[in-house]
């Protein structure tokens, strides 16, 4: 038998060595290599230089109806990552709904409407407008299309009064002589809905202008006990005699502390709340039940009853408007939508 030579042999290792070698590099760069999009790192290129595209057509409904609970998701897809605005306006009330995002895709994840405004006014049975923008595109269009308010959102809450079913049986008003105050309806001004409660005049020797006092038809609100997550919340407006120190608004939370039904001013707590002048549009006043007992201080309120702040006894909420007697012209504000909510500030 033969058997290969020396130099074959050498020739042959030789050439063995180098195939492994460059194996060893190939297989080495194949694991460096990243082919998952997700995990790369840095911007994409596409992002920060591509062309700017709208990919598909905004779809949207004719009309909707929010009180059934749903929601309008917006559905769209652009060509890149980039800054988007979505703005919701409605025809008659004015009010608006702003959802921002910068994602490529936008779907329910990232832009669905339940019907509600980012402050008050609320949005009523109307018309509203809907424009889609790009900031950061120059030359990108705005997409605009019209959805039609077949039913308003449902609020969660106990809703006091909005002033949409008059006055009520138990209510006290006060006003003085020269001034008007009662339900102003079909203004088009209201927080929400039709009607809201107006005070106007010109009392050149008080600072009270007037007060509505609101109590329950039956023995209580039916609010609940624990104060600690629950909210009180109203919107005011400021319309004439205006300023940080010319005009505010003073609740009064009267609790039935012996429960026999009325009110005692010197047995019973009476906790007190001023809202000042901030600015002209509708404001959200918002209270947490619970700091009703503290001063503006922080220091525990000493009232005439247990001074502890509990829901499930007040009868009475008092709004009372007061006003710069030395300032020489009317003085005029508006009150609407008084709810109760739990752990949150209410949503308009």
């Keep these: 038998m033969e058997y290969p030579s020396l130099t074959y042999y050498l020739i042959y290792t030789s050439r063995m060595k180098k195939y492994v070698f460059i194996w060893i590099i190939l297989m080495f760069f194949a694991g460096c290599r990243k082919d998952d999009s997700a995990n790369f790192e ?9 062309p700017f595209s709208i990919m598909t057509d905004l779809e949207l409904p004719n009309q909707f109806d929010f009180s059934t609970g749903g929601s309008i998701a917006f559905s769209l897809e652009i060509s890149k990552q980039t800054n988007w605005v ?7 009330s004015g009010a608006k709904r702003i959802i921002q995002g910068k994602e490529r895709i ?6 669905s409407w339940k019907g509600g405004a980012d402050q008050f006014p609320s949005f009523g049975l109307e018309s509203a407008i809907v424009s889609i923008s790009f900031p950061e595109e120059e030359g990108a269009i705005t997409l605009y299309d019209t959805i039609e308010i077949k039913g308003l959102k449902i609020d969660d809450g106990i809703l006091i009064t909005s002033f949409e079913s008059g006055m009520g049986t138990n209510w006290n008003v006060f006003n003085q002589t020269t001034t008007s105050g009662g339900i102003n309806c079909n203004s088009g001004m209201a927080a929400k809905g039709q009607c809201s409660y107006v005070w106007d005049g010109l009392v050149p020797w008080d ?3 007037g007060s509505v006092m609101i109590k329950p038809d039956s023995t209580n609100f039916g609010l609940p006990s624990n104060a600690n997550n629950l909210f009180f919340n109203m919107a005011v407006k400021f319309i004439s005699n205006i300023g940080t120190t010319n005009s505010f608004i003073q609740f009064w939370f009267d ?5 026999d039904g009325v009110f005692d001013e010197d047995s019973e707590d009476r906790f007190i709340y001023e809202y000042w002048y901030k600015d002209n549009n509708w404001q959200l006043v918002s209270i947490n039940y619970a700091d009703l007992m503290y001063d503006e201080d922080g220091e525990p309120r000493q009232l005439n009853g247990n001074s502890l702040p509990e829901p499930s006894k ?3 909420i008092n709004v009372f408007f007061l006003a710069n007697k030395d300032n020489p012209e009317r003085s ?6 008084i709810i109760f909510t739990t752990n949150q500030s209410y949503k308009p």
């Design 42 to 50: 840095g911007p994409d290129l596409n992002d920060l230089y591509g």
């Design 86 to 92: 979505i703005e919701i306006t409605g025809q008659s």
């Design 106 to 111: 936008i779907s329910a994840d990232n832009a």
């Design 207 to 209: 600072w009270a202008v």
């Design 255 to 259: 609790e039935d502390d012996n429960g």
């Design 314 to 316: 007040l009868i009475g």
């Design 332 to 337: 005029k504000a508006e009150v609407d939508h």
